[in-house]
């Protein structure tokens, strides 16, 4: 009989909880994800090429783990202490009836443990199924491909899983049911009343909620200026002003919550806005830490998943293989050189095309300094408004006087390949090129206005004019050139200031059928292997791999969408379950009151009505200013996250970001519906006849 009632009550506020209980299960399935991350498919090819940096990575995972399960411990006491206060009644008859106070702590153990033991049973199958699917995807996304994939269940992630969800779980029970099975029985039977904050003038509410504005804007303005992000003291201050201005703005949001009540006509609405006022006067900060939290997780998830997204943009590569002759080889001799080789090794079939990239410097005179000036484009740059952008191209503009040169035929093959128009150049016209990573999109724009007018500069004594616009596509396939400036020249001209004497860079494109039959990684890492057999010092060859520019970004990728997606499900869990536990525990306080609506004619439907407007205000409140807020997040994390060659996919990226973030509202959404049906059902016990002790 007595474990009969112990199923029964497990099961009753499962059904009474089924908010709390559905957090429980999610908790448990980000647990078992980030910890076992080291056997995502993704994680593990990453290893053969990062091996330090996901080292480094996997070292962090259990700090993650362990903030939280500090977070989860708090969620889990504050919830749990509201079930038990529901209950108090009911364990003051438990112990009027006889029951003694070991066995009544007993129960509620054995209660807690039954639903515990139910989370696990649900969520770790949830968690492995979906650990499995987050591999496939990643590794088809990334192009490995699926092949060769084999199941994997992490055991140190399963017991760390079970080990930490069980120990917060029974602990912060365990004090509570000591707690309330020590308590007298007249405590038990009689409800305690909430106590009244002290109300301080009007004046004092206004200016506070106009601070926190103000506080939020300051905030907001050098996270997106990227002044945050340049030194940690106005980092700290920027997050200061951001928590503080929060907090202040629902300190002073009560004002505008009594402006609304006052402009009511019906007594149900003053009612409703008086409940509101009153929840947010008691609990203006934990209200104010829930938003946080929602915006974090809202800023977390739209940037991780944003730049998740970019990385499937960022692999539209050109090149996937660059090899070049550091022998004394002639420039015209190293393409069928390459050729050669990797034909008597059986690779030549593996590559669709090979292509020639000729860079080199001024030959034409022993200076270095002071070989190229463009006086006229810098004078130019002056006649445009002062601005931070304008003053830093013309710092790095004003240190290029020796460029290397780039031969026009094999840039305009380049541009062939990723299907834009070449470049038409006569003898005494140049193009500029410039790496992605050292122009901004405010400086690029100035250079090409000042390039439609075809200005006039200076090479080793000679007259050209710069045209076009500025090129940046990568001239090879990993980072062994990254060019701040440099002059794209018509063959000849490149032939004579080069003096013949220019580096030749051999690109290689892969044979297409068999990237789609394997898929780019796999693809490159099985001609790796071979080319690493193979003794190309010999010919003094040496070659790169998009894999290595590739394991960077996969890399900067998992790191940032496995970690913020993580902190993004435990910040919105968290958040939400506090708001949604404290408004049931307000309910609940003010319970009599809704008992007097009821003896004034009200409804079981208006009383519902009544509450669930009160939950769309007091949850919606929090979501709203976090939702203002996200985008500004967003942007202000793409401003210190993501290289400069990323950014130029930053307006793709908000997209993603917005479309992320609109999901997660409608899981707020979600969230508050089912908050409404946990008020439904108590608010049918309060149309029952109710025994006065």
Not at 236 to 242: N, R, S, V
Not at 548 to 564: C, D, E
Request: aromatic share 10%; charged share 20%; with cysteine.
């Amino acid at each position: 009989m007595f474990s009969d009632l112990i199923f029964r009550n497990s099961r009753r506020s499962r059904k009474e909880n089924g908010l709390f209980f559905a957090s429980l299960v999610i908790s448990i399935v980000a647990f078992y994800i980030i910890l076992s991350i080291a056997n995502q498919d993704v994680m593990i090819f990453l290893r053969k090429m990062e091996s330090d940096a996901v080292d480094k990575l996997l070292l962090l995972i259990p700090v993650f783990y362990i903030m939280t399960l500090v977070i989860l411990f708090f969620l889990i006491y504050f919830a749990c202490k509201y079930q038990l206060q529901r209950r108090r009644h009911e364990f003051g008859v438990y112990l009027m009836m006889g029951m003694s106070r070991n066995k009544l702590f007993s129960m509620l153990l054995a209660e807690d443990g039954v639903s515990s033991l139910l989370a696990l049973a649900i969520g770790l199958p949830v968690a492995v199924l979906l650990s499995e699917i987050i591999s496939l995807v990643t590794a088809k996304l990334v192009g490995m491909g699926i092949i060769g994939h084999k199941f994997t269940l992490s055991l140190p992630a399963l017991v760390f899983t079970v080990a930490g969800f069980l120990i917060i779980k029974l602990g912060a029970f365990m004090i509570l049911s000591w707690k309330i099975s020590r308590q007298e029985i007249g405590s038990l039977l009689t409800d305690t009343p909430e106590g009244v904050k002290k109300q301080k003038p009007t004046f004092v509410y206004a200016v506070s909620g106009i601070g926190g504005i103000i506080m939020l804007a300051a905030a907001y303005y050098m996270a997106i200026s990227g002044r945050a992000w340049e030194e940690d003291i106005i980092m700290l201050l920027a997050m200061i002003l951001g928590m503080l201005g929060t907090i202040l703005l629902f300190y002073g949001m009560r004002v505008f919550i009594a402006m609304l009540a006052g402009a009511g006509k019906s007594g149900l609405h003053v009612f409703n806005f008086r409940q509101i006022q009153e929840n947010v006067i008691r609990q203006s900060t934990s209200l104010a830490i829930s938003s946080l939290l929602i915006l974090a997780a809202l800023c977390f998830f739209g940037a991780g998943i944003g730049i998740s997204s970019s990385n499937s943009q960022n692999r539209d590569h050109v090149f996937d293989y660059t090899f070049r002759d550091y022998g004394d080889t002639p420039a015209n001799e190293v393409l069928p050189e390459i050729k050669a080789v990797l034909r008597e090794n059986g690779l030549e079939n593996e590559f669709s095309g090979l292509y020639t990239m000729g860079i080199g410097n001024i030959r034409t005179t022993d200076e270095y300094k002071g070989v190229f000036t463009m006086d006229t484009v810098m004078e130019a740059i002056e006649q445009f408004p002062e601005t931070q952008q304008r003053e830093i191209l013309l710092n790095n503009l004003s240190y290029v006087d020796n460029p290397h040169v780039i031969r026009l035929t094999d840039f305009n093959e380049l541009l062939k390949l990723v299907g834009k128009p070449e470049i038409k150049l006569s003898g005494d016209e140049a193009a500029v090129y410039i790496d992605p990573e050292f122009i901004k999109e405010e400086q690029r724009e100035i250079l090409n206005e000042i390039l439609s007018d075809r200005p006039e500069a200076q090479l080793d004594g000679s007259r050209i004019y710069l045209t076009g616009e500025i090129q940046s596509e990568k001239l090879v396939t990993d980072r062994s050139i990254t060019l701040s400036f440099a002059l794209i020249l018509p063959d000849e001209q490149f032939l004579y200031y080069t003096q013949d004497e220019y580096d030749v860079y051999v690109n290689g494109v892969l044979n297409p059928e068999t990237v789609e039959k394997i898929g780019l990684m796999n693809t490159i890492s099985a001609i790796n292997v071979h080319l690493d057999t193979l003794n190309l010092q010999e010919h003094n060859l040496e070659y790169e791999s998009y894999l290595q520019n590739m394991g960077r970004q996969l890399f900067f990728t998992v790191a940032a969408s496995y970690i913020t997606s993580y902190l993004a499900i435990i910040f919105l869990v968290v958040a939400n379950t506090i708001m949604g536990v404290q408004f049931l525990m307000s309910q609940r306080k003010t319970g009599r009151r809704y008992q007097t609506l009821t003896r004034l004619g009200a409804d079981y439907e208006t009383l519902c009505k009544a509450a669930r407007k009160q939950i769309n205000w007091f949850m919606g409140l929090p979501v709203f200013v976090a939702a203002a807020g996200s985008m500004f997040g967003v942007k202000a994390l793409y401003r210190g996250m993501l290289s400069m060659e990323m950014r130029s996919t930053q307006g793709e990226m908000l997209i993603i970001s917005a479309a992320v973030i609109l999901l997660l509202l409608v899981v707020e959404y979600i969230y508050m519906t089912a908050v409404k049906r946990s008020s439904d059902r108590y608010l049918l016990t309060l149309m029952e006849p109710q025994r006065e002790e």
